[in-house]
């Protein structure tokens, strides 16, 4: 909830506060997933290192598909504000795969968005079109209004008149 | 001389010297009748004509003959013909005898008499009485000649013309029976006539005002009411205005005891008034209704009773409500007071208003001796099917298996109606009481329900905890739900329930309370004045005596009146209430003196009667009474009526039958208090040897009565049975009675198994309360029992102990499972020692209980040890080839993968626990609800949202099925999850309809899946940018959070709904 409000910080302050806790039921790779998804939205590269391991590493273990997509995309986001544009591909890349068997619509789409992110990062402002395109696409069928807006305008700043 | 019989009043009987005679033909009995009523020849052309009127001249007059043949042929010489005209002879051997000559000869004879022709001297009534007799139905009643068309006017116009004369004749003799104050012949001659001419509003008037004078205030509110509906219906009238002004004094207790004789010489023609009635009518311009005279009734009957006095603050609020439930604001209303203070009269003020608007009314009562668990739900149930308030078509089957296990009764009325599936105990139990408010909605449905239970200081448990379930989920309901209690009686140790049922109402704002206090002096006088019509001869000196006494409750002040007109102290002479001196007058003490200096002043035989029917309870029955006491059947009719008369019996109708009942509670128990302890003990025996051969099943009663007479073997046995049946039906505190009667009963010497068996079942019961502290000891208790029994088989052993682990893993409070760790940790080895090298279902359960429990049981459990018991009981469970036993122990192994993060080897094990439920053998549709929702949830905790959902759906519709809440609210809030994580939102937010329903209802029970479902639902709002639904949704889950974990967000430890 906090998450879908925007609320980062309290998100992460609840979810290590839950960490620490005995009485956290659900297992801690939810936990995990949270803090990374969480700490991914707020390009908090400190957050992901300390977390990146644990969320992989529990997601595997439980074979996780969605937690392990949102790991990975973590990842791919972590290594871009690394400047390792490379890796960071390679892991969004390999988190919308996962993300578009599973059909998870808002998912994937802000999957693209990250791969757009990527793209005008590297002036591949047509890569960037696309991704962002996809992503919007996604946004609007779901009618995630704040993520369709966030795209437009990054679609805006990319100054391309659409073909 | 032979006598000929012919009876038309009614369907057409002859008959000769006593034989039944057959007239083959219907035109010649027809013809027959026609010629001995109108008792004159006729031409044979106008018989043709009449009875052949399609036929030519010829045709028609042969016709006659051979009508007339069949006649002679039947009852020769009867007929007297000549080539003119046909007639029946009246003379020679044959005397015919008409009964509509005889209807009419008797009416003529009171005709005759010289006094005015309104008035109904004794003679008249006999002769009147003698003429209705006569009248067995309407003239030829199903007799026809279709064909005959000038045969079926004449008919018509004889039947119609006697009809009216038989009204003439019915509405004397209700007159007549009224002036002489007998009004219950007077209300049956009265309910005939109406019947005759339901739309006569003079009947309803007529009926109106004897049910009133009778005392049956209420029944002629009610005749009132049919008298509107029918005009209303039938003619689009209203009434006339004398009928709605009688109505209104009816309603306004306006309407007091008649005390003028209208028809007696000196009165006629004179304006004097006679009574309030009268009073109306000549105010109206009605004159025509006969005001009774006086004469043969008690000077108890002079005294008005049931009057509301000084409850007017209370009334109106009463009626405010009422209002508001018949506007659909359901409404509880609480009304406490000492005994004696007016509570079921104050009661009865809203009850004759609801009947008066046709809304329905149902009534329970509690009584104090041998209750049946639900008793008073039972009534109203019972009641309600009785009087058609259910339209049978409506109810779900589902709701009606219930409702046979409230009232058991019912069960004869619906045979093909199947038992609810069984459920866990807590779960059945909700879903009866469930089922209980759901009924009460189909019945509040259209009309509005008026729900009165009474003295709930005498309330079995079970009614407390379901009239509370009922209070809760009645929001929306047209009803009020009245409910009187002593408040004196609920400080005693027994009351403890009610205490406690009443400080949730009140803490959960679920009802109005309201207490009835005793009278001022004022009122008192009030009172007084009411009860005797007049305030002459009430001197303060008088007021002053009677309320020093009395203390102003209305009840005492009652009896006090008629314990001094019974000693005729308080006398009626002159028109007036008159008293003696005041210094002759000694007032009884107390309520108890009273009823006891009335009773005493009853002949011997009377007296016993009325001691030992308050043995039987406030309410019995004639045949157990008779049975008891081996009473001649009129006797016991005329000691009844005497009691009855003197006030202190009352007959009451229920479902057909007239039983009898005191007119208040504190009646019998004073009677009973009367008697010596060897005397009543007697008598309790006499009744229990009475019901048993009657009422065998009435196991509660017997056992009440058993234990009274110190019957100890039957006491015994009846406690013990009224104890599983009370479990049955989760009636847990009756249970725990019987069963402590039970086990009070067995002494050391009784056989170890006897006490052994009780012994458990009682810590069942404690059990099933959620009282783990006491179960414990009482499963301990139950183990020293077998020690001592040498043929004790050790699975016996291994049962009792599991029970002892099962119940301290509930134990809640660190006190209680430190006090018990010691008996739980020697039930795990001594239960451990016992199923070595052993394969047996009880083995297998213990182990799966080790393999549940043992995990709460330390800080760091010994998981290998868990994990093996839980293996082990699977094995064991194969071997035996058990699915339910094998699917208990999967899921203790699922529980324990889920502690212990491995989610995946979860989603093996409940796979193959999702296997078993397609075995024929395991038809629990609860635990299958329950297997579908953790297989669904191990899967979604691993991702495989998809894959849940199909289990999830399943798991729902069981759930509906089987109408359990946990399972729809458990799979609803996985599926939701489901949604969730699938991205479907649309999907996630379509179910919020589903859950606003069940939460609806089940709000209190699912707070904490409700605060989940809104938190997931403000977050697919937040994502799309629905900022304010977002922000309504996360204050409803914030505020729940915070009030189930009664702590502030911030302090929220795991916040598992901030997803």
């Known amino acids: 909830m906090l998450q879908a409000e925007g609320e980062f910080a309290l998100v992460t302050q609840y979810m290590e506060r839950a960490l620490q806790s005995p009485l956290w039921f659900w297992g801690k790779f939810n936990l995990y997933a949270l803090l990374i998804d969480t700490a991914a939205q707020q390009r908090d590269l400190e957050a992901l290192r300390q977390y990146i391991v644990p969320a992989e590493e529990s997601a595997l273990q439980n074979d996780h598909r969605l937690y392990l997509g949102v790991a990975y995309r973590s990842k791919g986001i972590m290594y871009r504000l690394m400047s390792d544009y490379q890796d960071a591909e390679l892991w969004l890349t ?3 795969e996962i993300f578009e068997k599973l059909e998870t619509r808002w998912q994937i789409g802000r999957t693209f968005y990250e791969l757009g992110e990527l793209a005008r990062l590297q002036d591949n402002t047509t890569a960037a079109y696309s991704y962002y395109s996809k992503a919007l696409a996604n946004f609007e069928a779901l009618g995630a209004a704040p993520d369709a807006n966030r795209t437009r305008t990054a679609l805006d700043r990319l100054n391309i008149t659409p073909q | 001389m032979s006598r000929l019989e012919l009876s038309v009043l009614g369907s057409l009987r002859i008959q000769y010297d006593g034989h039944p005679v057959k007239i083959e033909r219907r ?16 031409a044979r052309d106008t018989l043709a004509a009449l009875f052949w009127p399609e036929d030519d001249e010829a045709h028609a007059r042969t016709a006659l003959r051979r009508m007339l043949n069949s006649v002679n042929k039947s009852i020769p010489h009867v007929v007297s013909a000549n080539r003119e005209t046909i007639g029946l002879r009246r003379d020679g051997n044959s005397a015919l005898w008409l009964d509509v000559d005889e209807f009419h000869n008797l009416l003529e004879i009171q ?9 109904v001297c004794g003679d008249c009534l006999k002769s009147l009485t003698e003429a209705v007799g006569l009248y067995r139905g309407d003239f030829l009643s199903g007799f026809t000649l279709r064909d005959a068309s000038g045969f079926d006017d004449w008919q018509l116009f004889q039947a119609e013309t006697l009809r009216r004369e038989l009204i003439g004749a019915l509405e004397r003799l209700a007159r007549g029976h009224s002036d002489r104050h007998e009004f219950e012949p007077a209300i ?26 009778a005392g049956q205030r209420q029944a002629a509110l009610r005749q009132y009411a049919e008298c509107v509906r029918l005009l209303e219906r039938e003619l689009d009238v209203p009434p006339q205005p004398a009928t709605m002004q009688l109505f209104k004094a009816i309603k306004e207790n306006k309407l007091t005891a008649l005390r003028t004789p209208i028809y007696s010489p000196s009165w006629l023609g004179t304006e004097k008034p006679a009574g309030s009635l009268a009073n109306v009518l000549r105010a109206t311009g009605t004159t025509q209704i006969v005001i009774p005279t006086p004469q043969s009734f008690t000077l108890l009957d002079r005294i008005v009773r049931g009057q509301l006095v000084g409850r007017e603050r209370e009334a109106a609020e009463i009626n405010t409500l009422w209002g508001r439930a018949v506007s659909g604001v359901g409404q509880v209303l609480l009304i406490s007071g000492e005994a004696g203070i007016g509570k079921t009269r104050l009661v009865r003020e809203i009850i004759t208003l609801a009947e008066v608007a046709h809304n329905h009314v149902l009534i329970g009562r509690c009584d ?10 039972a009534q109203v149930i019972r009641t309600a099917f009785e009087q058609g308030f259910n339209n049978e078509q409506i109810i779900p089957n589902y709701v009606l298996a219930d409702l046979i296990t409230f009232a058991p009764l019912l069960r004869q009325l619906f045979l093909q109606i199947a038992p609810n599936p069984p459920l866990d105990p807590h779960v059945e139990r ?16 259209n009309t509005p329900l008026l729900v009165v239970i009474e003295d709930l200081h005498w309330a079995d448990g079970s009614t407390l905890s379901l009239l509370r379930y009922l209070a809760r989920h009645m929001q929306n309901v047209k009803l009020l739900l009245i409910i009187t209690y002593r408040d004196t009686e609920i400080e005693l140790a027994e009351a403890h329930q009610l205490k406690d049922t009443l400080l949730n109402l009140n803490r959960e704002r679920l009802a109005t309370f309201m207490k009835l206090t005793r009278l001022s002096r004022e009122q008192t006088h009030g009172l007084l004045a009411t009860l005797l019509e007049t305030d002459v001869g009430i001197t303060a000196e008088f007021l002053d005596s009677i309320y020093r006494e009395t203390e102003g409750n209305p009840f005492f002040t009652e009896e006090v009146c008629k314990a001094l007109i019974e000693e005729g102290k308080l006398y009626y002479a002159g028109g007036y209430w008159r008293r003696s001196d005041i210094e002759s007058i000694v007032i009884p003490q107390s309520v108890r003196a009273a009823i006891l200096s009335r009773v005493e002043k009853l002949p011997a035989a009377v007296q016993d009667m009325l001691r030992m029917a308050a043995v039987l309870g406030r309410e019995f029955d004639f045949l157990t009474l008779q049975a008891m006491g081996d009473w001649g059947e009129e006797v016991l009719v005329a000691e009844l009526e005497h009691a009855k008369r003197v006030q202190l019996l009352t007959e009451v109708e229920q479902a057909g039958h007239i039983r009898f009942a005191f007119v208040h509670a504190l009646i019998p128990f004073t009677l009973r208090e009367s008697l010596s302890g060897l005397r009543r003990q007697r008598l309790h025996r006499r009744a229990a040897i009475v019901i048993e051969c009657q009422r065998p099943d009435d196991l509660e009663v017997l056992a009440y009565h058993f234990l009274a007479a110190g019957g100890r073997d039957k006491a015994l046995e009846y406690s013990y049975r009224a104890a599983r049946r009370a479990e049955a039906v989760y009636a847990y505190q009756e249970a725990l009675y019987h069963l402590q009667n039970a086990l009070r009963l067995l002494e050391d010497g009784e056989p170890a198994e006897i006490r052994r068996e009780i012994l458990e079942r009682l810590g069942d019961v404690y059990a099933l309360m959620g009282e783990r502290v006491h179960a414990i000891p009482i499963y301990q208790r139950s183990l020293e029992e077998w020690g001592h029994w040498d043929k004790a088989d050790s699975m016996q052993f291994v049962r009792l102990h599991r029970k002892i682990i099962q119940t301290f893993a509930g134990l809640k409070d660190y006190a209680d499972v430190q006090h018990f760790s010691a008996a739980r940790q020697s039930s795990i080895d001594a239960g451990l020692q016992l199923i070595q090298n052993t394969t047996h279902p009880e083995a297998a359960l213990l182990l799966t209980a080790l393999a549940r429990e043992g995990r709460f049981a330390e800080s760091t459990p010994n998981w290998q040890a868990i994990e093996h018991y839980a293996q082990t009981a699977i094995n064991m469970a194969e071997k035996l080839d058990s699915p339910t036993i094998l699917a208990s122990a999967l899921g203790a192994l699922m529980d324990i993968y889920r502690e212990r993060g491995l989610w995946r080897e979860r989603v093996t094990v409940a796979h193959r626990r999702l296997s078993l439920v397609d075995d024929p053998r395991f038809d629990n549709l609860r635990e299958r609800a329950n297997i579908l929702n953790e297989t669904g949830e191990a899967l979604l905790r691993v991702g495989e949202a998809a894959q849940a959902l199909p289990f999830l759906l399943e798991a729902e519709k069981i759930g509906e099925q089987i109408r359990s809440i946990h399972p729809q609210f458990y799979a609803l809030q996985l599926q939701g ?9 649309d999907e996630m937010l379509q179910i919020e309809a589903k859950w606003q329903a069940l939460q609806q209802r089940y709000s209190h029970q699912q707070v904490g899946r409700i605060c989940f479902y809104c938190g997931v639902s403000s977050s697919v709002h937040s994502l799309r940018g629905e900022v304010e639904e977002a922000k309504v949704k996360r204050d409803e889950a914030v505020t729940m959070m915070t009030q189930m974990s009664g702590k502030p967000v911030d302090d929220w430890t795991a916040a598992p709904y901030y997803y």
Request: with cysteine; proline share 7%; net charge negative.
């Open chain 2, 368 to 377: 104090p001796e041998g209750n049946a668990p639900y008793a008073p739900i």
């Open chain 2, 27 to 42: 035109h010649a009995l027809g013809l027959f009748v026609y010629l001995a009523v109108t008792g004159i020849p006729h």
């Open chain 2, 188 to 213: 049956g001659y009265a309910r005939r006539w109406l019947a005759l001419d339901p739309l006569d509003e003079s009947a309803h008037f007529h009926l109106m005002s004897l049910y009133a004078w």
């Open chain 2, 977 to 985: 999850e489901c949604f969730f994580e699938l991205d479907r939102w």
């Open chain 2, 430 to 445: 909700e879903r009866m009481f469930d089922n209980f408010v759901s009924w009460c909605e189909l019945v509040a449905g």
């Open chain 1, 94 to 96: 390999k988190a919308l």
């Open chain 2, 111 to 119: 005709r005759k008499h010289r006094h005015p022709e309104a008035e």
